[in-house]
């Protein structure tokens, strides 16, 4: 909000700079009229400006067109009304921007706020532990230019071991923050109620399928975590979660032949792989790979990832969400949930 308001502050400073510019370049030069272009500070200003401020841009260019008679010598002439009328009119369209701006931000916010809270209910408290598995989890919004995602995850406490899904809903807004709670509430009753991992994953594709568009996709990695000291994963066209075991040793779990995201009939088969005591495992939706620097590079999440064996798992998130945006530069520009696994003594 500092930084909408100190940008408005400087293209209005702008605006009335290019005025003050016009209006001297006016008087001082004999024989040429540059009064019909006072109003384009007014045009300046509708571009992040409010309406009010506009207005007052507009109608000092107006007042200053009018005065322009006096020092161009032609006050009252033909010439000067048109000049006149051509500054009013701009001003009128400048203030007119301005207003039909403003209210379709006002708009975008009051959506973007509906979506924001429809998907922070839908994404319950994660647990910080269950039995020998410790959990932390980060949902992070993207720039306020950006419309909300449909990032979801979840943990069960399933007969069958502890269960957690991560997913990306394909596109932005309420339609995905619906499609994301309806994954949920699929994963909660299958994962309680049906034994095989990969049989989870065939039920939420089901699910998908019905309910959403032709285009419209769910990418998800579910895992499953043994007392055997395994870990079982199932991944349906999403990023594989990333084993760390050392600051030297983060490795990319291995998750079998790559599957379609749920809603496009994935036939996904279960991995096994050791989940050795201490180890870590975060599971990210694709918001935290693709983020950008201002060169244009990735957000180099393997190097990062080695801090994630420092300190709780909270704070391990919150020092590779520091990285992330001073790699960035505090553009993030799509939504991210993150899930931060840990296997402790039983």
Request: glycine share 8%; charged share 20%; net charge negative.
């Amino acid at each position: 909000m500092a930084t909408e308001r100190w940008s408005q502050r400087r293209v209005l400073t702008s605006a009335l700079v290019v005025l003050g510019v016009v209006v001297v370049l006016d008087a001082a030069l004999p024989g040429i009229s540059l009064s019909a272009s006072y109003a384009v500070a007014a045009v300046v200003a509708a571009v992040v400006a409010g309406v009010r401020r506009t207005a007052a841009v507009a109608a000092l260019a107006l007042v200053l067109s009018v005065l322009a008679g006096l020092w161009n010598h032609n006050l009252g002439s033909l010439d000067w009304l048109l000049r006149v009328a051509i500054t009013l009119l701009l001003g009128a369209l400048a203030v007119l921007t301005a207003w039909l701006r403003v209210d379709r931000e006002r708009d975008l916010q009051h959506m973007t706020v509906i979506a924001e809270t429809a998907q922070r209910a839908l994404l319950a408290a994660m647990p910080s532990e269950v039995g020998s598995v410790g959990f932390a989890s980060r949902y992070v919004s993207a720039t306020q230019d950006a419309l909300v995602g449909g990032d979801l995850y979840e943990v069960a406490a399933s007969p069958y071991g502890v269960r957690v899904i991560v997913g990306d809903v394909r596109g932005k807004g309420l339609d995905a923050v619906q499609l994301a709670g309806t994954v949920l509430g699929a994963f909660r009753r299958s994962a309680f109620t049906v034994e095989s991992l990969g049989q989870v994953a065939r039920d939420l594709d089901v699910v998908v399928s019905a309910v959403a568009g032709d285009e419209d996709f769910v990418t998800a990695v579910i895992a499953e975590f043994h007392d055997d000291h395994t870990v079982t994963l199932v991944n349906c066209g999403h990023h594989p979660p990333l084993m760390v075991t050392g600051e030297d040793c983060v490795d990319e779990m291995p998750t079998g032949t790559p599957e379609p995201p749920l809603g496009l009939r994935p036939e996904p088969h279960p991995v096994t792989s050791p989940w050795p005591e201490g180890s870590r495992m975060l599971i990210y939706t694709d918001g935290l790979v693709e983020a950008r620097d201002e060169r244009g590079t990735f957000f180099p999440l393997g190097e990062s990832a080695r801090s994630l064996v420092d300190g709780d798992l909270e704070e391990a998130l919150d020092v590779l969400l520091v990285r992330l945006r001073d790699h960035a530069g505090q553009r993030i520009n799509d939504d991210m949930a993150l899930v931060l696994v840990e296997h402790r003594a039983a």
